[in-house]
């Protein structure tokens, strides 16, 4: 990875060539565990949120063991890898468990990225996440056809989130039924490892498409439930305009990860966020305690994008400040 990884997920996206994007006994308890049994409706949830290491915009060179320190003295125990940050699962392990933090997931491109595991060699992915404690791979993008892909690679100049939000409304009913069948299969593969494929969404995902479906919508009826799981990013999902609820439905026990994303306002193309520190937007979070509170999530990621008020190790002590407070039932 590069200096490019400081750049928002929009941007890795458009410019994915140079990019780079996107369990122990001592860590505290995570979703899962901490919600068994518990009393429906408003009791507090003893629940500690992990972070999308995303966010921090690190580069190869940083010190992550220092950062990892630091996210550990804010009282993060987990984190989710979009990378390897050009090391061995190794040093990433031991740094974790030096500042006794855990990562129960990392990222995998469908196709070469820099900087981010990809599919071409599964036996020492599933390997580096063994090594890291890792349970679930998360795929954070559809398979993109050469027609789009290709461009991403080579972007022209001026190739900006207007572009690529353009691009990717190119995506059709066939390319996400394709996307759909390379999930299965790789998710088949990576079961005879012990590993668990899950899918991320974006806001392109939510694009409308003839007779009344969208591309999220085909990968949850295509896949076999057996196979893959999902990871919910609230942020997108409100960006565009959807009925998080409903997709809570939608997923049911499918549903093992999410991402935690505010958002100032609605999208105005398919890329578009607007990114703020958690409490700060339009997500009304008391309903979102509530459909965790119910549902079968395992592990919930604190994720943010560009542009940050001060700086992103700011941000993600708000974002846990505001998440601890609220689900121990407290006004922020």
């Known amino acids: 990875m590069n200096e490019r990884f400081r750049l928002s997920r929009r941007h890795w996206l458009t410019t994915m060539a140079g990019a780079a994007a996107a369990a122990a006994a001592h860590a505290q308890p995570t979703w899962a565990a901490a919600t068994k049994g518990a009393a429906p409706t408003h009791a507090p949830l003893k629940w500690v949120p992990g972070l999308q290491l995303y966010t921090l915009g690190l580069k190869d060179s940083d010190d992550l063991g220092a950062v990892f320190n630091a996210l550990a003295a804010i009282g993060y125990r987990e984190v989710e890898f979009p990378g390897n940050y050009g090391k061995s699962a190794a040093d990433l392990r031991k740094m974790l468990d030096d500042a006794r933090l855990v990562a129960p997931a990392a990222h995998i491109a469908p196709r070469a990225t820099n900087g981010m595991w990809n599919f ?30 290709d461009v991403l690679q080579h972007p022209p100049a001026g190739f900006n989130e207007e572009a690529v939000s353009k691009l990717f409304s190119t995506l059709d009913a066939d390319d996400w039924k394709r996307t759909a069948d390379f999930l299965n299969e790789k998710g088949t593969a990576l079961g005879k490892f012990g590993v668990k494929l899950a899918y991320h969404n974006h806001g392109m995902d939510f694009a409308p498409l003839p007779r009344d479906t969208n591309g999220y919508r085909i990968l949850v009826e295509r896949t ?43 999208s105005n193309a398919l890329m578009d966020l607007a990114s703020t520190d958690i409490g700060t937007g339009i997500v009304k979070w008391g309903d979102m305690v509530e459909l965790m509170r119910q549902s079968k999530v395992e592990h919930a990621f604190v994720e943010q994008e560009t ?4 700086t992103p190790m700011d941000a993600v002590k708000n974002d846990y400040r505001f998440l601890t407070h609220l689900f121990a039932g407290e006004k922020s």
């Open 307 to 310: 542009p940050f008020p001060t």
């Open 224 to 266: 076999d439930p057996k196979i893959l799981d999902f990871e919910l990013d609230i942020g997108w999902a409100v960006s565009a305009k959807q009925d998080v609820g409903a997709l809570f439905g939608l997923l049911g026990d499918r549903l093992k990860l999410l991402h935690l994303k505010d958002t100032k306002r609605p």
């Open 120 to 149: 071409d060699d599964l036996p020492k992915f599933a390997a580096d996440l063994k090594m890291l404690g890792a349970k679930y791979a998360v795929v954070p993008i559809p398979y993109m056809p050469d027609s789009i892909y």
